[in-house]
C-alpha cells in the first residue's frame, strides 16, 4: 500500500461515513477490487479506518462528550443504552464476518446483498404528521431500537449512519438530533470493532501510511459531517429523507462502474 492509495480510502472513508451507504463495504471493495488485498486484511483495514472519523466525531462533539461527564446526563443514558443494545447483535454478527473474510468465498457477493438491502431500508422509511420528537422525548426503547440495528452494521454492505439515521427518523426524532445521536453512536461502536478485530495487531499498513490514513479520513470525514448537518437545519423532513435515499442510489451506481 503506497501514499496515494492510503490517501484515497482515508478520502473514501470521510466521505461516505456518513451517508446512508455502507464506508467499510465501499472500502473493501475498492482493496479487493483494485488493490488486491487479502479479503481478511481489508476488512481489518476497512475497520482501521474508521479511526480517523471517530476522531472527527470527538473533535466535532466535544462539548457533548464532556457533558456525558455528568452521570445524570440525558445524552449520556441515551448512548449507553444504544451501546448495549449494538452488543447484542453484533457480536454474534462479528463471528460469521471474521470466518466469511478468513474464506474469502462469497465476500463481494455478500457486499452487493447487503447494499441491496440497505438501499431498501432507505426506500421505505416515511412519517406522517409534522411534530418531531426532541432529547428529553427519547424513550428507552427508541435507543434499544436504534442500538440493535446499529449492531447490523458489522456485516459489510450494511451502512451504520443510513441503518441508525432510519430507524431515528422512523421513530420520529427531528432530523439533525438523528444525525447528532447516529454520530455520537459510532464512538462506542468503533471502539469496540477496533478491539474485536485486533487492530493493533495489523502489520500490513506501515506507521506511516497509517497516519495518512487517519488524518485524511479526520479532516474529510469532519467536513462531511458538519455538511450534512447544516443541510439537515435547512431542509423539511421529506426533502432530506429524499435527498439521502437518492444520493444513495447514485454512490451505489457509481461504485458498480467502477
Same mark, same amino acid.
Given at each position: 500500500?503506497?501514499?496515494?492509495?492510503?490517501?484515497?480510502?482515508?478520502?473514501?472513508?470521510?466521505?461516505?461515513?456518513?451517508?446512508?451507504?455502507?464506508s467499510q463495504?465501499?472500502?473493501?471493495?475498492?482493496?479487493?477490487?483494485?488493490?488486491?488485498?487479502?479479503?481478511?486484511?481489508a476488512?481489518?483495514v476497512?475497520?482501521f =479506518?474508521? @479511526?480517523?472519523t471517530? *476522531? %472527527?466525531?470527538?473533535?466535532?462533539?466535544?462539548?457533548?462528550?464532556? $457533558?456525558? +461527564?455528568?452521570?445524570?446526563s440525558?445524552?449520556?443514558?441515551?448512548?449507553?443504552?444504544?451501546?448495549?443494545?449494538?452488543?447484542?447483535?453484533a457480536?454474534?454478527?462479528?463471528?460469521?464476518?471474521?470466518?466469511?473474510?478468513q474464506?474469502?468465498?462469497?465476500?463481494t457477493?455478500?457486499?452487493?446483498?447487503?447494499?441491496?438491502?440497505?438501499g431498501?431500508?432507505?426506500?421505505?422509511?416515511?412519517?406522517s404528521?409534522n411534530?418531531?420528537?426532541t432529547?428529553?422525548?427519547?424513550?428507552?426503547?427508541?435507543?434499544?431500537?436504534?442500538?440493535?440495528?446499529?449492531?447490523?452494521?458489522?456485516?459489510?454492505?450494511?451502512?451504520?449512519?443510513?441503518?441508525?439515521?432510519?430507524i431515528?427518523?422512523? =421513530?420520529? @426524532?427531528?432530523?439533525? *438530533? %438523528?444525525?447528532?445521536?447516529?454520530f455520537?453512536?459510532?464512538?462506542? $461502536?468503533? +471502539?469496540?470493532?477496533?478491539?474485536?478485530?485486533?487492530?493493533?495487531?495489523?502489520?500490513v499498513?506501515?506507521?506511516?501510511?497509517?497516519?495518512?490514513?487517519?488524518?485524511?479520513s479526520?479532516?474529510?470525514?469532519?467536513?462531511?459531517?458538519?455538511?450534512?448537518?447544516?443541510?439537515?437545519?435547512?431542509?423539511?423532513?421529506a426533502?432530506?429523507?429524499?435527498?439521502?435515499?437518492?444520493?444513495?442510489?447514485?454512490?451505489?451506481?457509481?461504485?458498480?462502474?467502477?
Open positions: 500500500m503506497d501514499l496515494i492509495q492510503s490517501t484515497l480510502l482515508g478520502v473514501l472513508q470521510g466521505i461516505t461515513e456518513w451517508l446512508p451507504i455502507s463495504g465501499q472500502t473493501v471493495l475498492v482493496m479487493l477490487n483494485f488493490m488486491q488485498i487479502e479479503p481478511e486484511t476488512l481489518s476497512a475497520v =479506518l474508521h @479511526i480517523g471517530m *476522531l %472527527a466525531v470527538l473533535i466535532r462533539f466535544r462539548a457533548d462528550f464532556l $457533558a456525558m +461527564l455528568n452521570l445524570e440525558k445524552l449520556l443514558k441515551v448512548i449507553v443504552v444504544a451501546t448495549i443494545s449494538t452488543g447484542i447483535t457480536l454474534p454478527l462479528l463471528f460469521f464476518v471474521k470466518n466469511l473474510f474464506t474469502g468465498e462469497f465476500a457477493v455478500l457486499i452487493g446483498i447487503m447494499l441491496i438491502l440497505t431498501i431500508m432507505l426506500g421505505v422509511q416515511r412519517r404528521g411534530s418531531y420528537r432529547l428529553d422525548e427519547i424513550t428507552t426503547k427508541d435507543m434499544v431500537f436504534a442500538g440493535l440495528a446499529q449492531g447490523f452494521s458489522i456485516l459489510p454492505g450494511i451502512s451504520r449512519s443510513g441503518t441508525t439515521i432510519t431515528l427518523l422512523m =421513530l420520529g @426524532i427531528k432530523q439533525d *438530533l %438523528a444525525l447528532k445521536l447516529s455520537l453512536m459510532s464512538v462506542p $461502536a468503533v +471502539l469496540g470493532a477496533v478491539v474485536m478485530f485486533d487492530i493493533w495487531k495489523l502489520s499498513i506501515a506507521p506511516s501510511d497509517a497516519a495518512i490514513m487517519v488524518l485524511s479526520l479532516v474529510v470525514g469532519y467536513a462531511t459531517m458538519s455538511m450534512l448537518l447544516r443541510f439537515a437545519k435547512r431542509v423539511n423532513f426533502i432530506f429523507c429524499v435527498s439521502l435515499g437518492g444520493l444513495t442510489l447514485l454512490l451505489s451506481q457509481i461504485m458498480i462502474l467502477l
